[in-house]
């Protein structure tokens, strides 16, 4: 299974715009993709990740580490890829989409 | 003053209002008369801010606004249910479900935390359901200050 790790970029956390932003960016392919936080090295329950109000509860704050995964085998690398790297910016510097 | 985080007080469970703007100034009301909240205007206005950087509309009915404001003297929610149902800017419809989270200035990471533990319990479908069913202010103002525990 499709799986990545990253590091909360954006200054507010997973939260409020980088949470909308991601959460948009996530509905707009039609694989499923859910996202856990990591807690010294251990992936906590997942949640949906095209769900602002899942991304809320996970409480991940900047400099927390977060683990994406798909079981989508066929297109879930590439989309990974791509919200990984979303992750990995302040998105909450970006105007809203 | 009562210091837990939601009290009977703290409840509307038939909130009819014209838009999402009259929901806050409703159960920010309600914060003042729990002196919760100093000044009204400053807090409404607080509030407005940050609904204009995003929508406070979650799938499902929901309606989160929150801000931390000057004018709020202790971390609080208010609960609004709107049978009629009020625009929050969800993309799947307007919110049933309404919370106000107030946290005064500085106490961030508490803020936070009651935010995602608010979220958390919002995703399930039982939590949700108890709120739309409750029939007391103060089932809610109890049964949310168990499940929410910052």
Redesign the interface.
Known sequence: MPQRRVTIASRV?L???PA?LFAKAVAAHPVSVRISKVTDGVAGEP?EAA????L????A?HGDEVELHTPDVETGESVLDELVELLGRDLDAEP?G | MNNELITADLVDLDLRVPDRHAAVRGLAERLVTAGRVTDLEWFVADVAEREKQMATGMRGGIGIPHCRSAAVTAPTLAFGRCPEGVDFGAEDGPARLVFLIAAPEGGDSEHMSVLAALARRLVRAEFTRTLLEATEPSEIAEYVRREVSP
């Open positions: 956390g939260h409020a715009r909308a949640v769900s602002v109000l899942g809320m509860g996970l409480g704050e809203a």
